[in-house]
């Protein structure tokens, strides 16, 4: 760019065209631009244009000459906001920091690999539970000196297969086919004839009562004296006579107390009406029912299976008011007598003639 103008002035001399005095005189020049000052330039007007390049370099390196100490003192305050790295706290937090955010990763990640079925129900629902909660429930079941009013006990009645079942269908239930293989009996309509049967039972005693679809949203965290779920049992040809009722509790409630006596309060006046064998033939179905997973842990919950569909047909869809008027004996049973199965004195209740069962176990306090 510069040697244009520079190589002709030589040439318009004339004088001294010596290569090496050029060749200073060009050096000359290149130290004169390289100094601050471009006042030794310019007499030159051709080199006005490079000039400018070096001028606006030499505005920058000017401001570190004027001004120091300010420019120190900014460039101080920003290294003293860096967090330094080799810091010892700087770097133990950081640890932790790291260490806290990858547990809590891991621990999520691996929340979604445990199968909720692997944890036992009663475990998770007891887990849930505080300890006023505990203490409240207790408390409920203590009786006051003064009789509770019948209308302050709720129970809750489940009418087997009734509404939709977990596919959003309606379930019937168990279902009885005739020889041209045509359904003509179905569990649902024997479950709801006997549940609409006890819960006009109860409600004329002036109990609160709740009767529950099979898949009934108010089940989950259900708080109740007592709870009945109301069914019918299979229709199937085993080939031989299949007879009796069962009860059944949540195989993870204990073996004692509350469920117990529910379970043996029903059976027992069940047995006493109608003419039929208890049976013991549980299924997963009934010691894992899907309620026992849902209703709150200090609800007591007992599975019925009336009758089976084939053999104790007659009974199940003639004896209706029998089926009911046994079962609900069996709820006044448990009801008036649960405090005793805790050891506390008896409340003195006897609304109808039902039976009570002798428990083995803890030994109870019959007052009578
Ligand atoms: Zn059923």
């Known amino acids: 760019m510069s040697d244009e103008p520079v190589t002709q002035q030589p040439n318009n001399n004339e004088d001294e065209p010596s ?18 000052k471009s006042s030794d330039a310019e007499p030159d007007g051709s080199t006005t244009a490079p000039s400018l390049p070096a001028a606006a370099e030499a505005e920058p390196s000017l401001a570190p000459v004027e001004a120091p100490h300010q420019i120190r003192r900014v460039r101080r305050r920003l290294a003293l906001r860096r967090p330094h790295p080799s810091s010892m706290a700087g770097g133990f937090l950081g640890t932790i920091f790291v260490v806290v955010v990858s547990t809590a990763l ?13 944890l036992n129900p009663a475990v998770v629902k007891g887990l849930q539970l505080d300890r006023d909660e505990i203490i409240a429930g207790i ?3 203590r009786p006051t000196p003064v009789q509770t ?22 379930d019937p239930g168990a279902v009885c086919y005739d020889a041209y293989k045509q359904p003509y009996l179905e569990e649902e309509t024997i479950n709801f004839a006997v549940s609409r049967r006890v819960v006009a039972n109860l409600e004329a005693l002036n109990f ?16 109740a004296d007592a709870l009945l779920s109301i069914h019918a049992n299979s229709c199937i040809d085993f080939g031989e006579i299949v007879s009796g009722y069962i009860v059944s509790k949540s195989d993870a409630r204990p073996d004692v107390g509350a469920d117990v006596l529910l379970r043996e309060c ?27 997973r849902k209703i709150h842990p200090l609800t007591p919950g007992v599975i019925l299976e009336m009758g089976f569909m084939l053999a104790d047909q007659e009974i199940l869809t003639t004896q209706q008011d029998l089926l009911a008027h046994a079962i609900t004996m069996g709820i006044l049973c ?3 007598n649960a405090g005793l199965s805790f050891g506390l004195p008896p409340t003195g209740e006897r609304s109808a003639d039902y039976l009570v069962p002798i428990l083995a176990t803890p030994t109870p306090i019959f007052g009578r």
């Open 19 to 36: 290569a090496s005095a050029i060749f200073v005189e060009l050096m000359r020049q290149a130290a004169a631009k390289a100094t601050p």
């Open 106 to 118: 891991v621990a999520t990640l691996l929340m979604f690999f445990v199968n909720p079925e692997f």
């Open 139 to 141: 408390e409920a079941q």
């Open 149 to 170: 009013p019948q209308w302050l006990r709720r129970i809750g009645i489940i009418s087997g297969h009734r509404g939709l079942g977990t596919n959003l269908n309606r």
């Open 208 to 223: 609160t009562v709740d009767m529950l679809d099979e898949f009934d949203p108010r089940l989950d965290d259900y708080r």
């Open 266 to 292: 029903i059976a027992l006046n069940y047995g006493a009406h109608i003419p039929l064998e208890r049976s013991f033939n549980e299924t997963e179905d009934m010691i894992n029912n899907h309620a026992w």
């Open 334 to 336: 448990y009801i008036e």
